[in-house]
């Protein structure tokens, strides 16, 4: 056994003299500087493994070193790195103890997993802590694999405040650039072809700046293109904070990688940052970035030549479609800030070191490494599912039913989906709910507990041909008259449909902004077909339905409203007693991701509490942000007066132990927390996102502000300090909860069966 001083180690591509501006090396070097920050130079231990090839005995001798003296390890490599030092960090794992979090860079893991027919390659991977890695499509293919610590960790950038222009800057000529190395992978030919194509001998419809390093051996070849095509220039290196500004002004970024291991390339996190829209091939993780049509257009990544057809439709679209690019090119960025990441690396360093252990142990200490991707942590009614027993004899005109949802992760339409379930066996209807993905999760064991079938299909990730086949087996053991969709799953519903071979009735729930639920071109065309083939789409509320009709194409009285529903009689307790005034507790249940813009809640706890009042927030919920939040509690100094609850299934112990609900979101679908405030008697205090409009009426049941923090703290405030005020307001919203039970959301989806 061994005490050592707690020190945190990192080995990686760091280069602290800025030579290289590599995506690789500057994500290694910028998580570095924020660890020295975070911890101070003297707690980490670094090993730069930049000349790894030249100098391997001096980056041995310093990785034992380090391994000897910490307790935790950070590890950034590339694929030549990883086959030289993984075999050492497992031993240091098994022998000494050590924590290894395995940080990767790009998307080629999985092919290498694939490759290494001995198996060794996964089993250096599960010694580890964790693998983060920076799409979930990667950790899912990854858990395929047999490597069962794969989590999803965004790729970040550190960028400069950029001005960002919101107009679209004019043309022709449209400025167009690319941002890369200059290397043949990364497509620059193809990027200087299509300019030439398009412009002909014409006056220039399109300009070209190319920023990045030149790989030396392809120079030559690169300045001859350059040269021999007019209104094409190399724009030079740029450091990398400051890359978004170079681009900055310009109409689009072109992407043409021609490199099947592009993860999450950091110059399209600079290009968001610039509000700029992207051009891109279509790489394996591309649709995890990028959504055709929202921020974007794409091409066949084995088709090059479409490039030049890519450009000319981006620069034909209308102005308008235009400028709703560059919003959510900047919305997108904020995924990728590095506040939305280091706190979960953070976290995960200050977890407890474990006991030191003896040379000889097989394998690493069970600590968690996550091994999925949390889904959204909103935990609603879980409680309230009943205890099994009988199960009630079907009526002779009951529904069979059969659900197919993506996932059973805690969500929205997972919670929606589980009410649903519930209500129907209840009333006597056959139902069996069929999951792509896995089934051990909360929602899962709820259905099950409240004598729900359930089924999963383990779907492997990607495109998958298998899972419709299994559908189709599940259509014949179960007989199902109506098949009820969830998210995007038609793609292999429709095709079980069609082998079942029986006639069955099929309903698609759409549970946010058409575009929102289906980002890629693709899926919106089987929706498309689907719609216009007897599939019934169905909205949760007004603006999702309009939505709905301006995508497909479709009149109004084609897409059917029914609202959520919960379990009103989980959440309906004893009678409030009104707020605490300048104590007020607040409360907020969502996922800690970037759309629910729980910063903007924290500035206005802060701004509350230097106005003098004393109130606490609780937020209920986990998710990728929960580190950042944390730190910028502190930041705010109001970390003493912030409770992260993280995933609970007694949501309804919170609800009647605060005061006020407040939920500031970006945008929003029909959120069921906000039925269950209101179900517990709690006002409501509410940006207008999506269909939060139609739950909250403002002075009935609550108040609808601006995404500002001192509207949000004056009408907090004017709540809390009226009680009259605050007791019309909590029966306005148990008024409007009784809308919204799980049983009449059921009724009206029985009707629609039938």
Request: hydrophobic share 40%; charged share 25%.
């Amino acid at each position: 056994m061994r005490a050592r001083r707690r020190r945190i180690g990192f080995i990686g591509r760091i280069d602290p003299d800025e030579t290289m501006v590599d995506g690789q090396t500057v994500k290694t070097r910028t998580l570095y500087r924020y660890l020295v920050r975070r911890f101070g130079a003297s707690s980490v231990r670094a090993v730069d493994t930049r000349d790894y090839r030249r100098e391997t005995g001096r980056v041995v001798r310093e990785l034992i070193r380090c391994l000897h003296e910490c307790d935790d390890v950070v590890v950034l490599l590339s694929s030549g790195g990883r086959r030289a030092l993984f075999p050492i960090l497992r031993l240091a794992s098994a022998a000494l103890g050590v924590r290894v979090y395995h940080d990767l860079i790009g998307g080629a893991l999985a092919d290498d997993v694939e490759a290494d027919a001995s198996g060794r390659l996964v089993r250096h991977l599960n010694s580890f802590e964790v693998n983060w890695v920076e799409t979930r499509a990667l950790a899912d293919r990854l858990r395929a694999l047999g490597v069962r610590n794969a989590s999803h960790l965004p790729n970040f950038k550190d960028v400069d405040d950029v001005d960002v222009d919101p107009r679209v800057p004019p043309g022709p000529p449209y400025r167009l650039c690319a941002l890369s190395r200059v290397t043949p992978e990364k497509g620059i030919d193809n990027a200087v072809r299509a300019v030439a194509a398009i412009n002909g001998d014409g006056p220039p419809v399109v300009t070209l700046d190319v920023f990045g390093p030149i790989e030396p051996s392809y120079e030559e070849r690169f300045r001859r293109l350059v040269d021999s095509v007019p209104h094409v220039r190399y724009a030079g290196r740029v450091p990398p904070e400051r890359a978004a500004a170079a681009v900055s002004g310009h109409f689009a970024l072109i992407f043409p990688t021609e490199w099947i291991g592009e993860g999450v390339p950091g110059t399209i996190i600079d290009a968001m940052h610039a509000g700029l829209p992207v051009v891109a091939s279509r790489w394996p993780y591309y649709c995890e970035m990028l959504q055709d049509g929202v921020t974007g257009l794409s091409y066949d990544f084995d088709r090059p030549e479409l490039l030049e057809a890519t450009i000319r439709e981006l620069i034909a679209l209308p102005e308008e479609e235009l400028a709703a690019m560059r919003r959510a090119t900047l919305e997108r960025a904020r995924a990728y800030a590095p506040e939305a990441v280091f706190g979960e690396i953070a976290r995960a360093l200050t977890r407890p070191a474990r006991s030191a252990r003896t040379a000889g142990e097989a394998g690493p200490a069970k600590t968690p490494g996550p091994a999925k991707t949390p889904g959204p942590a909103v935990g609603p009614a879980a409680l309230a599912a009943p205890a099994p027993g009988p199960a009630a004899a079907a009526p002779s005109d009951g529904v069979r039913v059969m659900i197919v949802i993506h996932g059973l992760e805690t969500g929205g339409a997972e919670m929606m989906v589980l009410h649903l379930a519930r209500e129907l066996s209840r009333a006597g209807h056959p139902v069996r709910v069929v999951s792509l993905h896995g089934d051990e999760t909360d929602v899962a064991g709820l259905m099950r507990r409240a004598g729900v079938d359930v089924v999963a299909l383990n779907k492997a990730g990607g495109p998958d041909p298998r899972t419709v086949l299994r559908l189709r087996a599940q259509m014949r053991d179960f007989s199902p008259a109506v098949v009820h969709t969830h998210l995007p799953v038609l793609e292999y519903v429709l095709p079980a449909a069609r082998l079942y071979g029986r006639r069955v009735r099929i309903i698609h729930t759409v549970h946010n902004l058409a575009r929102e639920e289906t980002r890629h071109r693709v899926l919106r065309a089987v929706n498309r077909r689907a719609f216009s083939h007897g599939v019934v789409p169905v909205a949760l509320n007004e603006e999702v339905r309009s939505s709905i009709c301006r995508e497909y194409a479709l009149p109004a009285s084609a897409v059917p409203v029914v609202g959520n529903g919960i379990d009103l009689d989980a959440f309906r307790g004893p009678q409030r007693r009104g707020p605490r005034g300048a104590g007020a507790r607040l409360l907020c249940v969502a996922r800690l991701a970037p759309a629910k813009n729980h910063a903007l809640l924290l500035r206005t706890v802060a701004r509350l509490r230097e106005s003098g009042r004393d109130v606490s927030l609780t937020l209920v919920g986990d998710g990728p942000l929960r580190g950042a939040l944390e730190e910028r509690a502190r930041e705010l100094g109001i970390s003493q007066r912030v409770r992260f609850a993280g995933r609970r299934t007694d949501t309804p112990a919170f609800y009647r132990d605060c005061d006020l609900f407040v939920l500031l979101s970006d945008y929003e679908g029909m959120p069921m927390s906000i039925i269950e405030a209101m179900a517990s008697g709690l006002p409501v205090v509410a940006t207008r996102a999506g269909g939060v409009a139609e739950l909250v009426d403002d002075g009935v049941n609550g108040a609808l502000v601006e995404a500002d923090a001192a509207a949000a703290a004056e009408a907090i405030a004017a709540i809390c300090d009226d009680p009259a005020l605050y007791a019309r307001l909590s029966d306005g919203a148990v008024r409007t909860s009784s809308h919204y039970s799980a049983e009449a959301m059921m009724e009206k989806y029985v009707d629609l069966y039938r």
